[in-house]
T-cell receptor, first 114, second 113 residues
Framework: AQSVSQHNHHVILSEAASLELGCNYSYGGTVNLFWYVQYPGQHLQLLLKYFSGDPLVKGIKGFEAEFIKSKFSFNLRKPSVQWSDTAEYFCAVTPQTGTYKYIFGTGTRLKVLA | GAVVSQHPSRVICKSGTSVKIECRSLDFQATTMFWYRQFPKQSLMLMATSNEGSKATYEQGVEKDKFLINHASLTLSTLTVTSAHPEDSSFYIC?????????FGEGSRLTVL
């Protein structure tokens, strides 16, 4: 069965620290990959996505993610976090063909200390 | 992109009553909308795919008679939780697929007393 694993459930960092959130998926075919962010009191919004091409994708607000096909991973990174990055981050996967059914990870709650 | 709005954002009801949640696609004609449920500290679980003008497609384990979905127009889908019970208390989120990605509503928190 398809699944998405986010290993870090809670992360606490100081401002300017570097961030890496892990995401691994289980699926036998070709997938599209996403990172969504949910700021406190707001709805989910897209940070970045990977469909094909360069496995290093850049998103909004200085975030980037690297797709490593051999490891079934799509880790999210940011070189220097800010207090405003405090939010919950969700990794999601959907097959490239057929259904648009998205499978979400359990989320990682990031708290950045000022 | 697409702007998605849900109403109400919060609702409290008594056990046994029915609650309707609306999901509107404000600037995009959505033939398909998705309803998710999010439990505390857990992931979003797809409940059903709402199809304009036809029956919704429910995920395994989701009771279609319990969670009624109507998608009467290209901009509106509704989720009705019938005969709600405390275990139905949750955060319900709708989304619209546009340009290859999902756009989400703000979510509706249902509390059943």
């Amino acid at each position: 069965a398809q699944s998405v694993s986010q290993h870090n459930h809670h992360v606490i960092l100081s401002e300017a620290a570097s961030l890496e959130l892990g995401c691994n998926y289980s699926y036998g075919g070709t997938v599209n990959l996403f990172w969504y962010v949910q700021y406190p009191g707001q709805h989910l919004q897209l940070l970045l996505k990977y469909f094909s091409g360069d496995p290093l994708v850049k998103g909004i607000k200085g975030f980037e993610a690297e797709f490593i096909k051999s490891k079934f991973s799509f880790n999210l990174r940011k070189p220097s976090v800010q207090w405003s990055d405090t939010a919950e981050y969700f990794c999601a996967v959907t097959p490239q063909t057929g259904t648009y059914k998205y499978i979400f990870g359990t989320g990682t709650r990031l708290k950045v200390l000022a | 992109g697409a702007v998605v709005s849900q109403h109400p954002s919060r609702v409290i009801c008594k056990s046994g009553t029915s609650v309707k949640i609306e999901c509107r696609s404000l600037d995009f004609q959505a033939t398909t909308m998705f309803w998710y449920r999010q439990f505390p500290k857990q992931s979003l679980m797809l409940m059903a795919t709402s199809n304009e003008g036809s029956k919704a497609t429910y995920e395994q384990g989701v009771e279609k008679d319990k969670f009624l979905i109507n998608h009467a127009s290209l901009t509106l889908s509704t989720l009705t939780v019938t005969s709600a019970h405390p275990e139905d208390s949750s955060f319900y989120i709708c989304s619209v697929k546009a340009t290859g990605e999902l756009f989400f509503g703000e979510g509706s928190r249902l509390t059943v007393l």
